[in-house]
Each structure stands twice: as structure tokens, then as C-alpha cells.
């Protein structure tokens, strides 16, 4: 009987909710289209005062049956214009100026599009009332030549617009001519110039970035051998013009394939590379080009700041690397270690990888193991002697005498005593070339005694590209032939070619 009455009652409540739902009768809700509600909806402005053409609008929607998903926005009153779909509600915008108007009247429109894809069709819209700022432009500080350069150089400069940085064009540029500007984009901000000036008239290569990117730019309005004035402006998206700045600077052509840099602090300086330009000049090289380096002064052991004869430091990587690979051998001399020879390793890496080749003649002298000059120069270190006790000495007439490596060696003789020279420590493929008999002197008794380590003084690098000479020349008796040392040195060993 119980299994009776419930199958009753199941059947009577399957017929009941067959009769309900054969009563539901009608059609669904469509789907109600989203509004969209600015932010600010009039802009009063006492009469003659526009915004800046950068400005922040701000927005939001509201959907009576769903939810939105996004925004479309449109600049201008062109109808035809398409939409920009975003899920902001806010954004920061750069609104146009016609090229040559200061002015504008720029409308925003926007739209909330909801979750099925409808959109406000009576979407709100502001018109903004801009005025244009004209840009900005100025050289970066240490981004510019030396008072003189040769054929490479470069500018750094910083532009920005009052209306946003957005709002910049192109940055133009001229070398002597005004009449003639070439341009960049607005995000380049540094270049290097390379002139050809082995053509007349002198062309030009510009590099953009400090990746030394290639472009189609080229000035031919560069004069060589006098002052040349750079020029710069920057151009917005209306038209409007910076102030021209400008920077004057002379360049040199360049004659040789080596450069002489003399690094010789001093009063003395000029009479001392004079004699190497004799010595340069008796084994052929009669045609080189010059750099004086001898500002600056060593103090206190510590190396002397980079020569102003070169571009700041900072730019030592492209500039001075692509600028000092211009000469295929370099002739470096000076009296001091700690002087602009310290800077080699990070300026010549181009100059080397080009199969550059150079000669160093500074006097060795008592410099810390950890010495970054250590990995440039072709040797390890300096032999040292227990502080206070003992020093290197080397006798007035004694010889520099020649390694196995050396053929027909010149005759080399000191003419003085000397206290201030210290022995090279070779590295094991270090080539030696040359040996002075170092002896050691007693501080306190003044005895002289046979020295048992290295006597090296001078040696190359086994590939043959730096060669190093640690005795000022001037240490050496008249009858000494200087001229046959420079003749192994630079042209047997280095391939010197003017």
C-alpha cells in the first residue's frame, strides 16, 4: 500500500510541473546598451588662457544588465575616423596641433562597449582648447669634441617638450650651414660623425646611438683644418622650432697612418718628443700626426685624469675607440706610468682589433702587482726589492744588451747612473728584446751587488702588436744608435708605415 501511494504522489508531481511549465509565455529582456560618463564635462578657461596640448582625460561606464568590458575613444571630428579600443579609464594624451598653428580645438569622444559587444550611442565628448610650447634643446654636459679633434667626433644632446616628450617630431642638425639641416627621430640623442677626408670635397659617415648604428645622413659641409660650427634643433609635431644651439671646435685632417700622442709631463716635454720625431723621421716615417696629451698632473701616485686632448672618458667607448682606430700604428711616449698610458686598455680596443700596432717608451717604474696597466703592457709586473733596504741601480756605462730575438742589435750605453729604474717580470709567452745589468745598492752601506732575477727591460706581446721600451732615450751616451733602436722597434717589429 505504501509503495502504491508513492508512486501516486511522483506521477501527480510530474503532471503538476508539466501543467507549470506549459503556462510560462513572452520573450527575453534585450540587452540594454552601456553609457559613458566623462570625467569633466565643460572646460571654462578665463578668455585668451589654452591647456597644454598634453593632457589627462578620464572616463567611466555604467551597463544596466551587464558589465562593461572596454572603451573606444576617437580624437578629431572626422567620423570617419576608427575607434581605439582600451580598458582604461584614464590615459594621458598628446592631442594634435596642425602642422604651422599654435592653436587648436581638439574633441575627445568616447564609448563603453559592454560584455556583448554593445556601445553607447550617445557617447559623450569634450572639446579641449590647446595651445602649443615650442621644444627644448641643449648638449649634454661632456657629450661634446675637445677643442680639436681628427676625423671622428661626436654629440650627445637632451630634448624634451613642454607639451610632452610625445610631442616631439625630429631633432634637425647642420654643420656649417643652416640652409642645409639633416634629421634624426626624436628618441636618437647622440651621433658620431666619421669624415672621409681623403676625397675632395670631404663627405661623411654618421653613426647613430653609442652602438654606432648606420644611417643615411652624411655632411659635406665640413671645412678641415679650420673651426666648424655644430648646430641643433629640435621640431615638435606642430611645427614649432627650439632655440638653435650651437658648439665650435677645430678639425685636423689627418696626413699618416701613425699618430705620435706625447704624454711627457713637463717643461722639458717639447724638446723631448722633438728627438723622437727625429728618430721617426731618420728610419722613414717623415709624415705623422700629432696629439699632445700633456695637461694634467700625477699626484700622490695616482693616475692623472684622461687628457682634455681627448673626448670625456665616458665617451671613451664608441668615440675614442673609433677615433684613435683611424691610424694603424701609434707611437706612444712619456715620463710617467701613471699618466694617460693607464687609459690604453679601454681606449685602443677597436685600434687592436683592426691590426693596429704600438710603441711605448716610458721609463719603468715601481707600480703596484694590481695595477690595471698589468693587462695591457706585455709583462706581468715589476720586479720590487724589501722597502728601505735595498734599491735597483744601474752603472754609467754599462750596455743595454740585446736577447736572441734581436738581429743586428744597436749599441745602447748609459751615460749616468740611475736609482729609479725597476726590472720586467715577463709573462711566460712574453718575447723578450732587451737587458740592462741591474745590480742592487745597499740603502745603508751603499754596497753594489749582482742582481739574480729578471734584468728585462724591454719586450713585445707574442702576436707582435704592443712594444714596450722602459728607458727614456735621453738616458743613453751620444755615440748610443737610437736611430737602429727605432729601426727594430717600429719597423722591424711593429711594420711602421707613414
Not at 724638446?271 to 699632445?292: A, K, P, S, W, Y
Not at 718575447?431 to 751587488?449: C, M, Q, Y
Not at 713585445?460 to 737602429?484: H, K, M, Q, W
Request: aromatic share 12%.
Amino acid at each position: 500500500m505504501r509503495t502504491i501511494l508513492a508512486v501516486a504522489g511522483l506521477l501527480a508531481g510530474i503532471l503538476f510541473l508539466a501543467s507549470c511549465d506549459a503556462g510560462f509565455d513572452g520573450n527575453f529582456n534585450e540587452n540594454q546598451p552601456p553609457r559613458t560618463f566623462l570625467t569633466v564635462n565643460e572646460i571654462n578657461l578665463p578668455e585668451g588662457t589654452r591647456l597644454t596640448s598634453q593632457i589627462n582625460i578620464s572616463w567611466w561606464g555604467d551597463d544596466p544588465d551587464g558589465y562593461i568590458v572596454g572603451y573606444e575613444f576617437r580624437i578629431g571630428d572626422d567620423d570617419e575616423q576608427p575607434w581605439v579600443f582600451t580598458t582604461r579609464t584614464d590615459s594621458l594624451f598628446v592631442l594634435p596641433i596642425e602642422e604651422g598653428n599654435t592653436d587648436a580645438d581638439v574633441r575627445f569622444t568616447v564609448r563603453a562597449v559592454d560584455n556583448e559587444g554593445a556601445v553607447d550611442p550617445e557617447p559623450p565628448n569634450l572639446v579641449f582648447p590647446i595651445r602649443n610650447s615650442p621644444p627644448n634643446i641643449r648638449f649634454r654636459a661632456l657629450e661634446t669634441p675637445p677643442d680639436s679633434t681628427f676625423r671622428v667626433f661626436s654629440f650627445g644632446w637632451q630634448a624634451s617638450d613642454p607639451d610632452g616628450d610625445a610631442n616631439l617630431n625630429r631633432i634637425e642638425m647642420a654643420i656649417n650651414d643652416t640652409t642645409s639641416w639633416q634629421s634624426v627621430p626624436p628618441d636618437v640623442s647622440f651621433i658620431t660623425v666619421r669624415v672621409d677626408d681623403t676625397v675632395s670635397p670631404v663627405t661623411s659617415q654618421v653613426f647613430l646611438g653609442r652602438a654606432l648604428n648606420s644611417s643615411d645622413l652624411s655632411f659635406d659641409t665640413i671645412n678641415l683644418n679650420a673651426d666648424n660650427t655644430f648646430y641643433i634643433r629640435a621640431v615638435d609635431n606642430a611645427g614649432a622650432l627650439s632655440e638653435v644651439v650651437s658648439y665650435e671646435w677645430y678639425i685636423k685632417q689627418q696626413t699618416s697612418r701613425v699618430l705620435v700622442l706625447n704624454d711627457i709631463q713637463g717643461d722639458t716635454n717639447f724638446q723631448i718628443v722633438q728627438q723622437h720625431f727625429d728618430l721617426l723621421r731618420n728610419v722613414g716615417i717623415n709624415q705623422f700626426d700629432f696629439m699632445d696629451i700633456t695637461d694634467g698632473v700625477t699626484t700622490g701616485g695616482r693616475r692623472v685624469v684622461l687628457s682634455r686632448a681627448f673626448p670625456d672618458r665616458s665617451l671613451g667607448n664608441p668615440t675614442i675607440n673609433l677615433m684613435l682606430a683611424e691610424w694603424d700604428h701609434i707611437y706612444w711616449v712619456s715620463n710617467n706610468l701613471d699618466r694617460n698610458v693607464g687609459y690604453a686598455l679601454e681606449l685602443t680596443v677597436r685600434f687592436f682589433e683592426n691590426g693596429g700596432t704600438m710603441f711605448i717608451n716610458i721609463p719603468t717604474r715601481d707600480l703596484p702587482a694590481d695595477n690595471p696597466l698589468f693587462q695591457f703592457l706585455p709583462f706581468q709586473r715589476m720586479e720590487v726589492l724589501p722597502s728601505g733596504q735595498q734599491s735597483f741601480f744601474i752603472a754609467n756605462n754599462s750596455l743595454i744588451e740585446p736577447t736572441e730575438f734581436v738581429s743586428n742589435p744597436p749599441f745602447l750605453q748609459f751615460r749616468r747612473n740611475l736609482l729609479s729604474y725597476y726590472p720586467l717580470i715577463p709573462f711566460g709567452e712574453t718575447v723578450p728584446l732587451f737587458e740592462a745589468d741591474f745590480k742592487t745598492r745597499a740603502a745603508v752601506t751603499g754596497f753594489i751587488n749582482d742582481f739574480g732575477g729578471s734584468k728585462l727591460i724591454s719586450a713585445t706581446n707574442p702576436d707582435e702588436s704592443i712594444l714596450y721600451f722602459g728607458v727614456d732615450l735621453r738616458e743613453f751616451t751620444a755615440d748610443s744608435e737610437l736611430t737602429r733602436l727605432i729601426e727594430i722597434t717600429c719597423i722591424e717589429i711593429l711594420g711602421f708605415q707613414q
